[in-house]
């Protein structure tokens, strides 16, 4: 199993910009693919940006979202760091719950993992 943990969502004004973190826990050597999604009321959950493994617990950007290209960045340095997601020129349709999620290969086969979420509201 494994265990992901959100923080940094919060108020932020337009214009700003933000830095999400996701704490992995847990039975982490098998996660494949980590990412960030985000959901608002009414709609579908979208993917922000995702991340692959590259070894030695770093993660590299893989995809983003066409919302989020050239103003976010998605990056896990190693196995003791959380998942970042750092995002700028942040506007109102950027308001949702933003969630982590981690595929990992496990004796069952390919599942998914996600935390909690974490609200961000961009105030205009």
């Known amino acids: 199993q494994v265990q992901l943990t959100e923080s940094g969502g919060g108020l932020v004004q337009t214009g700003g910009s933000l830095r999400l973190s996701c704490a992995a826990s847990g039975d982490t050597r098998n996660i494949m693919v980590m990412g960030w999604y985000r959901q608002t009321p009414g709609r579908s959950r979208e993917k922000v940006a995702t991340?692959?493994?590259?070894?030695?617990?770093?993660?590299?950007?893989?995809s983003y979202a066409d919302f989020v290209a050239g103003r976010a960045i998605i990056f896990r340095d190693n196995d003791g760091s959380p998942l970042v997601l750092e995002m700028s020129r942040l506007n109102p349709d950027d308001t949702a719950v933003y969630s982590c999620?981690?595929?990992?290969?496990?004796?069952?086969?390919?599942?998914?993992?996600w935390g909690q979420g974490t609200q961000v509201t961009v105030s205009s």
């Open positions: 991340a692959r493994a590259r070894g030695g617990g770093r993660f590299a950007a893989e």
């Open positions: 999620n981690a595929r990992a290969a496990t004796p069952f086969g390919v599942k998914d993992f």
